[in-house]
Nanobody, 117 residues
């Protein structure tokens, strides 16, 4: 089992920045990929970014050039640096962990991000 705890969400003005953190614990030796998803009000959950153990990153088109995902394997922590935020970035952000690449086995409880315009 893997436990994930997100932090760093909050209210920010458009154009501002936030940094999300996800602290992982448990059987991290089985985890290859860490990711961030988000769910906006009335919309489906969508992938924001993911990073594998080797550091290969994938981003949603809507966040390329603005968001950066990184991970510290020694600390079992993954980060999401979000810059140039806009109202469309509002939602609940979830940290997720995968033993493979695209199917995420473990999820955090989520952290709210609200971008005011």
């Amino acid at each position: 089992q893997v436990q994930l705890v997100e932090s760093g969400g909050g209210l920010v003005q458009a154009g501002g920045s936030l940094r999300l953190s996800c602290a992982a614990s448990g059987s991290m030796g089985s985890v290859n990929t860490m990711g961030w998803y988000r769910q906006a009000p009335g919309k489906q959950r969508e992938l924001v970014a993911r990073i594998n153990r080797s550091g290969h990153r994938i981003y949603a088109d809507s966040v390329k050039g603005r968001f950066t995902i990184s991970r510290d394997n020694a600390k079992n922590t993954v980060y999401l640096q979000m810059n140039s935020l806009n109202a469309e970035d509002t939602g609940v952000y979830y940290c997720a962990a995968s033993r493979g690449t695209t199917f995420f086995d473990y999820w955090g409880q989520g952290t709210q991000v609200i971008v005011s315009s």
